[in-house]
């Protein structure tokens, strides 16, 4: 349901980690063994999210750390959304669910 709304599969991805999960902090490579797309692709997104103003990135060490603004002002409408998306389509019982 999500990829109506949103057509990037990566971004769709990335959303959903951090909104499902606003405390989760990571740099590129970690999450992109996390949600198994290429560390290219998951930077591009990640800086546009950082411009819309959804996620924060701060340095450490020579890596990027990035982790949910939570005082993005659609937060909680995101986090419901990916939620129900995530219901409808039968995901998000138990923890070994596919992310996205």
């Known amino acids: 349901m999500l990829d109506v709304f949103v057509t990037s599969r990566v971004r769709r ?3 959903v980690v ?5 405390d989760f902090k990571t740099h590129v490579r970690g999450l992109s063994k996390l949600i198994k797309e290429d ?3 998951i930077q591009r997104e990640l800086k546009r ?3 819309g103003g959804f996620l924060l990135v701060s340095k450490k060490g020579n890596s990027n750390v990035y ?3 939570k005082q993005f002002p659609i937060l909680k409408e995101l986090q ?3 939620i129900k998306s995530q219901q409808m389509s039968g995901q998000g019982k138990g923890p070994a669910k596919k992310i996205g």
């Open 39 to 41: 560390p290219g692709n």
């Open 13 to 15: 991805k990335i959303l």
């Open 67 to 69: 982790q949910t603004n």
């Open 18 to 22: 951090f909104a499902k999960y606003p």
């Open 49 to 51: 999210l950082v411009k």
């Open 80 to 82: 419901s959304m990916v």
